[in-house]
């Protein structure tokens, strides 16, 4: 039974922006089961969501959060960073499908050339490799360094009402994990239990978007992992 349906015998006439949130919720829980199905049939994306063996670990705009084990990328060559480059210029200095795993921290949302940094990931990420971003979600957090902002449906390729240029930038990259981030700790410690609630089930996630309460609980960021498609032909998954 569709959550619409219990509205059918009912005299209560939800607004239409509750509408919009209904049909949302019903999409995405098709989304869920493919994603469930999708984690079986790929088990080493399990877990931290990485190769079971990655050969190329890419931490992009690193600054000064150096990571053991992977090819830390920065504009600034300062001291841990093995490779100087403007993530602005295109192309970056890989070949096409040498990287199995890129961690994408706090880096988007700077960049004036958003959508050719996107190609070069997808361009430089292995079919199947994995694509880690971290992002500042859209709710009361800002800052004057930020170009952008990113919410739950941000990285979806089909939705409804899509762009030929949304297809075109996000096509072939699968959604694999979405974490709506709060911050804790003092004195915040009621975000533990937000941050739980609202991701238990992608349903439940874009009803707090979708409402008030994105705006009476503000979250601070927002974590998308990806998986490249293993052919140009998946153009990944369509949501309303």
Known sequence: MKISDIFINSSFIPPVRFNLSIKMCEEEITSETRERKFNKRNPDLEGDYRSSSPKLKLNLGCGTKIKEGFVNLDKLKIKGVDIG?????????????????????????????????INELKRILKPLGTLDILVPYSSLECSEFHRRFFRYNSFVAKRGGTSSERIRLYGGLKIIKRKIIFRKGFPFWYNYLFEFIFNLSPIISLIYEETLLRYLFPAYLIRFVLVKAKSSKEKGERIT
């Open 85 to 117: 480059h403007d993530l602005e210029k295109i192309p970056y200095p890989f070949r096409d499908g040498e990287v199995d795993y890129i961690l994408a921290e706090n880096i988007l949302e700077h960049l004036n050339n958003y959508e050719g940094c």
